[in-house]
């Protein structure tokens, strides 16, 4: 009987042990999701200032539509993590700092110009992000969020690389 019960516990702690295991985040599913947080910030505080500093109306319209895009993204990305309890930055990273500080003392054309060349370089390489994590990504919910953010990202890519065409550069 003593080992009975012995047994029934230990069956009990392995259930318990891996339901905490179940429920934890894949650690580069995490890092996708912190790392996206960054960037969709990014995006929206860069798509604020086109609206206000660019000279071309196209390159304004796509500045908003980054922030109404992004801004929708990371609400659901936020409903995301708060589910995962995961603990999103509040900032971008550093890089994307730099180049939100660079954006700032730009106006006009030299703004146009860094902008759209930063916007096609980054969305190219959110589209790869984006459609290597919607097929890699272990949690589910990770992969579906993926999803709808590489169609978003995608969708991005093809304007700003019409707008960079347009612009000639």
Same mark, same amino acid.
């Given at each position: 009987?003593?080992?009975?019960?012995?047994?029934?516990?230990? /069956?009990? /702690?392995?259930?318990?042990?891996?339901?905490?295991?179940?429920?934890?985040?894949?650690? $580069?599913?995490?890092?996708?999701?912190?790392?996206?947080?960054?960037?969709?910030?990014?995006? #929206?505080?860069?798509?604020?200032?086109?609206?206000? &500093?660019?000279?071309?109306?196209?390159?304004?319209?796509?500045? !908003?539509?980054? #922030?109404?895009? =992004?801004? +929708?993204?990371? &609400?659901?990305?936020?409903?995301?993590?708060?589910?995962?309890?995961?603990?999103?930055?509040?900032?971008?990273?550093? !890089?994307?700092?730099?180049?939100?500080?660079?954006?700032?003392?730009?106006?006009?054309?030299?703004?146009?110009?860094?902008?759209?060349?930063?916007? /096609? $370089?980054?969305? +190219?390489?959110?589209?790869?992000?984006?459609?290597?994590?919607?097929?890699? /990504?272990?949690?589910?919910?990770?992969? =579906?969020?993926?999803?709808?953010?590489?169609?978003?990202?995608?969708?991005?890519?093809? &304007?700003?690389?019409?707008?960079?065409? &347009?612009?000639? $550069?």
């Amino acid at each position: 009987m003593y080992c009975a019960g012995t047994l029934t516990i230990t /069956a009990g /702690a392995l259930l318990l042990s891996f339901s905490a295991l179940a429920a934890e985040m894949n650690r $580069k599913d995490a890092e996708y999701l912190h790392n996206t947080a960054q960037g969709i910030m990014a995006e #929206v505080k860069m798509g604020e200032l086109a609206q206000k &500093q660019a000279a071309d109306e196209r390159v304004k319209q796509f500045g !908003k539509r980054m #922030v109404d895009d =992004h801004g +929708k993204d990371l &609400q659901n990305l936020r409903q995301l993590a708060s589910r995962k309890q995961l603990t999103l930055p509040d900032t971008p990273n550093d !890089k994307q700092r730099q180049e939100i500080d660079k954006l700032t003392r730009l106006s006009g054309a030299g703004f146009d110009r860094e902008y759209v060349e930063y916007e /096609a $370089k980054d969305h +190219k390489d959110d589209v790869e992000e984006n459609g290597q994590t919607m097929h890699k /990504a272990v949690d589910p919910d990770v992969r =579906h969020f993926a999803n709808a953010e590489y169609r978003t990202v995608l969708a991005h890519q093809k &304007q700003i690389d019409t707008l960079r065409t &347009q612009l000639g $550069k």
